[in-house]
């Protein structure tokens, strides 16, 4: 049995002290005695996860498909590679929310606050505040100006929920088009969608960061195995 | 018997004098007896489709053929929150669609005319998009539409404006291709298909059509 695994960081571990051990796809896998598949990428977004479903790889060859989207303000581009956007710790945003240009609504989905003790999201934004990271400054310089402007004159919330329904319907679809059983999972609590599975932890399965830890993971694959 | 249409200026019948009479999805449509609903869009782009089919239509089954006619890969769309729509992202495809976007700045680009929004996307073509980029894209919009329509047992004829001999090594295959210079229609002044060119369009239909069990 070979179970085909995608989403963020929380899928693929992130904060785990052994991830490869711990993560819940693991431990899935070793309760099925199932071959484990893990393409998850730390800030990824559900359009690589629409495209590595898609384009870079077979489903057909997998037995079952478990998908962790996560927040659709997040996309990406091609530069010589696959590049991430990911508009959280983005300096000139917090400016442009200041100016009255982008909503608290949106903001707080661009910072991917869950709720208030999303301490990764807060500490982001003090960081932020402080002049300490600005990830677009330093990783896309040469397009700042294009994502600044897309982040708060182009996107909106009903950009963000049309986006996010494209994608579970396109994920729904294709594994159903392909016969191959599907557990699709989401880490946006905004959203208004119908998934198999929100992922929503109290703070003693989060570890320092907005992830779950080692409890919350074996959490997640327990809820999952019992919808399988 | 309704038939479901979507897609760019040449489905929506541009150009043509009588529209609603002479595109090629009415022609379709009164061969087979069939009720004609299109809703494609001049500019329109291959993400603006699927979204139609994915989420503007709540029950695609009501639809007994779906017939989609895609465009060139580097035309996206955002959501206008002035206008509260879809807006397409500033058509500088089109007719160069073919050479890198790069190169067609050269040709469009024209700063002074144009508001802010489209300067972005201006950008966006200059610095950001690539053609791998667009080519995976498309791929996926292809793929989302065929696997929505089969799993909804709704039989699906999908075209595209793209020449098939540029884009041979291309993964995603197509049922017709209206753009092909082989099978070049006749056209009105801005490169749309004429009355007579709809007609042939409507035939290599039809002519499909006949080859599906339907």
């Known amino acids: 049995m070979k179970i085909y695994f995608d989403g963020c960081s929380y899928t693929r571990g992130d904060e785990l002290d052994n991830p490869e051990e711990e993560r819940f796809s693991k431990i899935i896998c070793d309760e099925l005695g199932a071959e484990e598949t893990n393409l998850s990428l730390s800030g990824g977004s559900n359009d690589r996860i629409i495209r590595n479903l898609l384009v870079e790889n077979n489903i057909e060859e997998y037995d079952y498909a478990v998908i962790q989207m996560t927040f659709p303000t997040r996309t990406e581009y091609w530069d010589s590679k696959w590049r991430r956007i990911n508009p959280s710790g983005h300096k000139p945003l917090v400016k442009e929310h200041l100016a009255g240009n982008i909503s608290e609504e949106v903001m707080c989905l661009f910072f991917e606050y869950i709720d208030a003790s999303n301490t990764f999201a807060l500490d982001s934004l003090r960081r932020l505040l402080r002049g300490s990271i600005d990830r677009f400054s330093t990783k896309f310089s040469h397009h700042r100006d294009f994502w600044t402007y897309y982040y708060t004159k182009i996107c909106n919330m009903n950009y963000f929920h049309v986006k996010e329904k494209i994608h579970y319907e396109t994920i729904k679809s294709y594994c159903a088009s392909k016969d191959v059983p599907l557990i699709l999972c989401s880490i946006n609590e905004w959203s208004k969608l119908n998934f198999d599975y929100l992922m929503k932890f109290k703070k003693i399965h989060r570890a320092k960061g907005t992830h779950p830890n080692k409890i919350g993971h074996q959490i997640i694959a327990k809820t999952i195995l019992g919808k399988m | ?214």
Not at chain 2, 2 to 11: A, R, V
Not at chain 2, 65 to 85: A, C, G, H, S, T
Not at chain 2, 181 to 197: F, I, K, Q, Y
């Open chain 2, 1 to 214: 018997m309704k038939i479901y249409f979507d897609g760019g200026s040449w489905c929506y019948g541009s150009e043509l004098l009588n529209r609603d009479e002479s595109r090629f999805s009415k022609i379709v449509c009164n061969k087979l007896g069939a009720e004609e609903y299109n809703i494609s869009q001049p500019g329109g782009s291959n993400a603006m489709m699927e979204r139609h089919l994915l989420v503007d239509h709540k029950n695609i089954k009501e639809f007994d053929l779906v017939i989609i006619q895609m465009v060139y890969p580097d035309r996206n769309e955002y959501y206008d929150r002035y206008k509260k729509k879809f807006e397409a992202n500033a058509n500088f495809g089109g007719r160069t669609s073919l050479v890198t976007p790069r190169e067609k700045i050269m040709v469009f680009d024209k700063p002074e005319a144009i508001d802010l929004t489209k300067k972005a996307w201006l950008d966006y073509y200059k610095y950001i998009y690539e053609d791998e980029y667009g080519l995976a894209y498309e791929e996926m919009h292809a793929t989302a539409i065929k696997s929505y329509c089969k799993c909804n047992n709704v039989p699906l004829i999908l075209g595209t404006m793209k020449k098939k001999k540029r884009f041979q090594s291309c993964k995603t295959k197509y049922d017709l291709y209206f753009n092909d210079p082989d099978n070049r229609v006749p056209r009105a002044s801005n490169n749309h298909p004429n009355e007579e060119g709809h007609a042939i369009h409507a035939q290599m239909i039809l002519n499909y059509i006949d080859g599906l069990s339907l």
